[in-house]
């Protein structure tokens, strides 16, 4: 099993800058790619980035490719989501999650085996 908290999480105006967190502990090693996704109220779980720990391929939604950025630290089990120029659409909660599969679509909510709880992130006007 692979546990995954997630941080960093809060309230910014538009064109603010926020870093999500996502401390993973338990069986990392037999895990091959970690995502964020996010989920407004009333809306389906999204996909905004991914990060093979293989080799560190980066995959980005449209609607955040060149404001968000993901990256990691393997020795310490850390992946971040370094948010800029947010917009209130950005607004929901944001998930971090992992696969044990490697292969598959990263941006499938349905290839990810361990999630985190979740941090709100809310953009205001």
């Known amino acids: 099993q692979v546990q995954l908290v997630e941080s960093g999480g809060g309230l910014v105006q538009a064109g603010g800058s926020l870093r999500l967190s996502c401390a993973a502990s338990?069986?990392?090693?037999?895990?091959?790619?970690t995502a964020w996704f996010r989920q407004a109220p009333e809306k389906e779980r999204e996909f905004v980035g991914a990060?093979?720990?293989?080799?560190?391929?980066?995959y980005y939604s449209d609607s955040v490719k060149g404001r968000f950025t993901i990256s990691g630290d393997n020795a310490k089990n850390m992946v971040y989501l370094q948010m800029n120029n947010l917009k209130p659409e950005d607004s929901a909660v944001y998930y971090c999650?992992?696969?044990?599969?490697?292969?598959?679509?990263?941006?499938?909510?349905?290839?990810?085996?361990?999630w985190g709880q979740g941090t709100q992130v809310t953009v205001s006007t």
């Open positions: 338990g069986r990392t090693a037999s895990t091959y790619r």
């Open positions: 999650a992992a696969t044990k599969t490697n292969g598959g679509s990263p941006r499938s909510r349905r290839e990810y085996d361990y």
């Open positions: 990060r093979s720990l293989i080799d560190g391929t980066a």
